[in-house]
């Protein structure tokens, strides 16, 4: 997918979130999923390294149908890719900038979000086709260095921070005023073993600090 085509539904979602579900089962994924549409979850994504994952994403893929977009994250080789596609996904997520896996991701029309650090892995990954940029990892990617990527990156293309990004408006509020786009939540979200009930509530702390920060 292209980032204009990305960024233009990106800004119309009310809910601009990533949901990062490290270690989900997929004796779990069918309920994450639903609690997280109903919390305004559009984005959904299991990483690679979590029990069964590609299960996990055929099953959520099921749930979400058109509603969103559900895929894989710590994706690093191109037989990943399509390992993912296989079984339904949509989104290619990655903690680096690998040329190879974001060009296969643009032309099987994938949604492509690289993890970059740097302005040379940002423009790299521009390059190849990302339809996004991962800010990775955002505890080392302050607002102030957000606001220095923003000057330089396309306004086309979003900027989402990734890591340490907590339910927290004035958080998130210094991250988009310094031109971020929104959002990735892993460890804050959710973690592997945690109850249905425990994401839910963190599910709707993050919307509600969202629409406060939006406000």
């Given at each position: 997918?292209?980032?204009?085509?990305?960024?233009?539904?990106w800004q119309k979602e009310p809910l601009p979130l990533v949901a990062i579900l490290r270690g989900i089962t997929p004796g779990d994924a069918v309920e994450a999923a639903e609690i997280l549409l109903e919390s305004g979850f559009r984005y959904l994504e299991v990483p690679l390294n979590s029990p069964s994952p590609l299960e996990s994403i055929s099953l959520m893929r099921e749930v979400v149908g058109e509603?969103?977009?559900?895929?894989?994250?710590?994706?690093?080789?191109?037989?990943q890719v399509d390992a993912v596609v296989e079984c339904g996904g949509q989104l290619i997520?990655?903690?680096?900038?690998?040329?190879?896996?974001?060009?296969?991701?643009?032309?099987?029309?994938?949604?492509?979000?690289?993890?970059?650090?740097?302005?040379?892995?940002?423009?790299?990954?521009?390059?190849?086709g990302?339809?996004?940029?991962?800010?990775?990892p955002a505890e080392h990617i302050t607002p102030a260095i957000t606001k220095a990527f923003r000057a330089v990156v396309p306004r086309e293309v979003a900027l989402l921070p990734v890591g340490g990004i907590q339910?927290?408006?004035a958080q998130m509020r210094s991250y988009i005023q310094a031109g971020a786009n929104g959002f990735g939540l892993g460890g804050g979200l959710y973690q592997a073993?945690?109850?249905?009930?425990?994401?839910?509530?963190?599910?709707?702390?993050?919307?509600?600090?969202?629409?406060?920060?939006?406000?």
């Open positions: 997918m292209s980032p204009e085509i990305f960024i233009a539904q509603r969103g977009y559900v895929g894989a994250g710590t994706v690093l080789t191109v037989a997520i990655s903690p680096n900038c690998c040329p190879d896996v974001i060009r296969h991701s643009s032309k099987l029309g994938l949604i492509s979000m690289p993890g970059v650090m740097t302005p040379s892995e940002a423009f790299s990954a521009i390059a190849a990302a339809s996004s940029l991962k800010l990775f339910p927290d408006a073993g945690m109850s249905m009930a425990v994401l839910r509530e963190h599910a709707q702390a993050y919307q509600r600090a969202w629409h406060k920060c939006a406000a």
